[in-house]
């Protein structure tokens, strides 16, 4: 995986365990963003590895999301299971939707990932006596663990449940969903420093020369785009749980493009990128709430600049001006010199 | 009374998806003419007839103009806005990829929406149809007047389009670069000009789709995102780059809407007319009436 | 006598009604360097995409070790040990050389994606040995030093070395090299002669359209001539250059 990326996920490490100790006021914040940050990486292997791009990962995000909550919640299933259940639905519902639009070029995939995200819309809106409809549903129970510790109520020492209550606990909720976003990011670097990764980047780069070089680039999209669905599936599901109510809104095409945005943002090439480009744009309309009305003119011009004038991302952006800076810098002196 | 009673609803919901599908077409003819000039597939497609619509109520009701003159200012307007664009965010790229177009035009689809929502808030608006509010009845549906703008403005969109395809050297011009824009700009055809007036024109189309459905369906911000989604739809049943395709196809994806909306549940319309495109894209890619490349390159 | 490893039977290829290849008969014994050449437009690419599936002929067929590969997918005829390299070089940007040439293993290797994102021993193992056969393979064509270098730093020689290198990863029984000269100068040239003698002292057989003469007269034990996708002659290097349709093809209008 290489040294880098070895000291880069101690320091991530790090900064997960401090950050609640270091922003105990406002850590919780960072919670929904760890979410979006573990559908990014998903989205990111697609985008950034296999050059593919889906604006329809909201829908996923959904089926997850509400396969959750609707299994817990009206057939009483274990969390644990239903999100597993989620998972496969996604696998099985972005087979369907990319087998086709994989098979063509260019942006067959963009464009029936955008129908599709806005299908499931009109499905969470119009199914009302599944989904609950426009109002939603709540009660959707925290998830738990079986563990060695000390039980909440007794006190007693032993084997008990331990609950990820997003109420009453949310530093337990924030290491989880961020736990689940590290454990992704590992998944995602020993991906794409295989074979598998470098066949992905090469079908980006090249899709032709990569099928005459023995890469099945057709199959490799797919399996790319099954496996980010799931991901964001996941991110779906940790959602319900966190949240514990559900209604549409928060899974609509914006959702789908603000994910784009933040593996676009954080440099689509690198998954690292994922991560510092959800918490950029997650933490925005904190940091510029003034902005408020200007939410759409101010991400879609952040998407187009970025991919105008830094299009490999925040992240290398910086990067390459720093060398470029230590360039400038040496260059002079070596003038000055002589 | 008796005449209300005497309604058939299938010709009623045919005759109402005509007007919409007509809308379709329009915007797909728009996203033909992008894509043949340059291979791109403009996201901000549907933006356009959005801006169309919301500029045709304000000339309207704003400014007190007359049909014709609001007409005009909007489908210039948003020309101008369509034309920007490529210059601002197109033409700078340096051999941009498919990837990075697409982005930059879902960017560029975002900032006209947020503006839009900027400048008329998130209410909706609609405006009096062109010339007067009586239906008229015939086969047991009543036909609204500005249906018949509506296709009507199709028409001629059409027609204007096929005599400046065909006869213009321009026109001729721009089909040369959709063959082949490396032959093209060998043979001494300015390739760039050739993209720019391709974004000013489907702007325009678009534009002109928006302001004469205006008074039919209401407007507001967020229309522009499934106009372009259905117009898309309409573009791949007609065979992508096919613009008689778009046509017969955009018309025949409203028909259906209209049909499902009201034979199944309103509440699906939208659902059915993006289902199409999926199930296009599954089925037959090169579309009902396509060429024969876009199915070659499923092979891989 | 070695059988012939590919054939060519009477492949026909169109586009639109435009004959690119029509009924190109031949047939390549194993071990052989086999050049193509012909006028531009002559169908040679053609004809390498008809062998690689990235064209589909459209009538005859191509036998590969016995096997009818026409139809098969592109990947799958890499798998099956054809290999090549393209006119324009088509190496993976933003790649190092060494990982373009590991893209070339990718069809000997079977990792798959559970146990290359979980890291099971045996993936360890066998990216440990692609990594290793990789970089002897860019050593064996001399560009070793060059192994971490992204390869849009490389130069234009290096580049077509790398894409040799990643062409000979997949473990070729026969390799086409398209033009693999072109804007190479006369003592780079030269080079590249040793470099292919060397490709095929491995056992590899070798197809080459160019249009160096001096190379294609020099490496080559059996020349095929095509001309607006027609073959015209066939013979060796000697017959071939003394050949009178042929040389009224190259001269043109200087014969008559």
Not at chain 1, 165 to 173: G, K, Q
Not at chain 1, 189 to 197: A, Y
Request: with cysteine; glycine share 12%.
């Amino acid at each position: 995986m290489g040294r880098r990326n070895g000291i880069g996920l101690i320091v991530f490490a790090l900064a997960i365990i401090a950050t609640p100790w270091v922003f105990s006021a406002s850590f919780f914040k960072l919670i929904p963003i760890g979410i979006y940050a573990f559908a990014a990486i998903g989205l990111s292997l697609l985008l950034g590895y296999a050059g593919q791009i889906s604006l329809g990962h909201a829908a996923f995000y959904a089926i997850g999301a509400y396969t959750s909550g609707i299994l817990t919640v009206r057939f009483g299933i274990s969390p644990w299971m239903a999100i597993g259940a989620g998972v496969l639905l996604s696998a099985v519902v972005a087979f369907l939707v990319g087998m086709p639009s994989l098979r063509l070029h260019g942006h067959y995939l963009a464009m029936a990932t955008l129908a599709f995200g806005e299908i499931v819309r009109v499905v969470l809106d119009a199914w009302d006596h599944i989904t609950g409809g426009p109002s939603g549903f709540g009660g959707i129970p925290s998830l738990s663990i079986v563990w060695l510790g000390r039980d909440a109520e007794t006190g007693e020492f032993g084997i008990t449940k331990f609950v990820f209550d997003p109420i009453m606990d949310e530093l337990s909720i924030f290491y989880l969903v961020w736990g689940v976003a590290f454990f992704g990011l590992c998944f995602a670097l020993c991906l794409i420093n295989s074979r598998i990764g470098r066949a992905l980047r090469a079908i980006h780069s090249n899709e032709k020369a990569a099928n005459v070089l023995g890469v099945p680039a057709g199959n490799y999209k797919i399996k790319i785009f099954v496996l980010s669905a799931a991901f964001a599936s996941i991110a779906g599901s940790l959602y319900a749980h966190y949240v514990q109510y559900l209604n549409p809104p928060p899974f609509g095409v914006w959702t789908s493009i603000l994910l784009v945005l933040m593996v676009i943002v954080g440099g689509m090439r690198n998954v690292w990128g994922a991560i510092i480009g959800a918490v950029l744009m997650g933490m925005l309309p904190e940091w510029i709430s003034w902005m408020e009305n200007y939410w759409l003119v101010v991400y879609g011009g952040i998407l187009l600049l970025v991919m105008m004038f830094i299009p490999q991302g925040v992240l290398l952006g910086c990067r390459d001006f720093i060398r470029w800076i230590f360039g400038f810098m040496r260059k002079s002196q070596s003038e000055v010199s002589s | 009374m008796d005449q209300a009673a005497a309604t058939s609803p299938l010709i009623q919901y045919i005759v109402s998806g005509i007007a919409f599908g007509s809308t379709y077409a329009m915007v797909a003819i728009g996203f033909n003419i992008i894509y043949n000039a340059t291979g791109i597939i403009n996201f901000a497609q549907g933006e356009f007839v959005m801006l169309g619509g919301l500029l045709m109520v304000w000339a309207c009701t704003v400014l007190h103009l007359p049909i014709t003159l609001s007409v005009l200012l909007a489908v210039c307007i948003v020309t101008a806005i369509g034309i920007l664009f490529e210059r601002l965010a197109i033409r700078p790229l340096k051999n941009p990829s498919v990837l990075a177009l697409i982005i930059i035009t879902i960017g560029g689809a975002f900032v006209i929406k947020g503006s839009a929502m900027l400048l008329w808030g998130k209410d909706s608006y609609f405006i009096p149809q062109f010339t007067s509010e009586e239906s008229i009845w015939l086969l047991g549906a009543a036909i609204k007047p500005q249906d018949f703008w509506v296709w009507g403005t199709l028409g001629i969109v059409v027609l204007l389009l096929s005599l400046f395809f065909g006869y213009t050297m321009t026109g001729k011009a721009m089909r040369a670069c959709a063959y082949n824009r490396v032959a093209a700009r060998l043979s001494g055809i300015n390739a760039e000009t050739m993209v720019m007036l391709a974004f000013g024109l489907s702007a325009a189309i678009g534009a002109l789709a928006g302001a004469v459905i205006v008074p039919i369906t209401s407007m507001d911000y967020s229309r522009g995102e499934m106009f372009g989604l259905k117009g898309f739809s309409a573009a791949i049943l007609g065979g992508l780059g096919n613009s008689t395709g778009a046509v017969v196809a955009g018309i025949l994806l409203g028909i259906l809407e209209s049909l499902a909306a009201g034979y199944i549940s309103s509440h699906y319309k939208d659902a059915i007319g993006l289902a199409v495109l999926l199930v296009v894209l599954f089925v037959r890619p090169s579309g009902l009436f396509g060429r024969a490349e876009i199915s070659r390159l499923s092979e891989f | 006598m070695n059988g012939p490893i590919l054939e060519i039977k009477e492949v026909g290829k169109e586009f639109g009604g435009l004959h690119a290849l029509d009924g190109v008969n031949c047939a390549i014994p194993e071990g052989q360097i086999k050049a193509i050449i012909g006028p531009n437009g002559a169908g040679k690419t053609t004809l390498f995409n008809c062998l690689t599936g990235v064209d589909r002929p459209t009538r005859g067929s191509v036998i590969f070790e016995g096997k009818s590969i026409s139809g098969l997918q592109p990947y799958e005829i890499a798998k099956a040990g054809l290999a090549r390299t393209w006119q324009t070089i088509a190496l993976f940007d933003h790649m190092t050389a060494l990982e373009n040439v590991l893209v070339g293993r990718h069809c000997r290797t079977s990792s798959g994606m559970f146990r290359s994102a979980f890291r099971f021993p045996s993936q360890r193992r066998e990216e440990k040995q692609m990594r290793r056969e990789a970089y002897d393979l860019l050593d064996s064509l001399g560009i070793a030093d060059s192994a971490g270098k992204d390869v849009g730093q490389l130069t234009f020689l290096e580049q077509r070395r790398v894409e040799l290198a990643r062409c000979l990863a997949s473990e070729p029984r026969v390799l086409l090299l398209d033009e693999p000269a072109a804007g190479l100068n006369t003592r780079e040239t030269a080079e590249l002669g040793d470099v292919i003698r060397n490709i095929r002292r491995r056992g590899i057989t070798i197809v080459l359209v160019e249009h160096d003469m001096s190379l294609v007269m020099d490496l080559s034990d059996s020349v095929l001539v095509l001309d607006h996708g027609v073959p015209i002659a066939e013979g060796t290097p000697r017959e071939i250059q003394a050949d009178e349709k042929v040389i009224a093809v190259y001269l043109g209008e200087e014969v008559e």
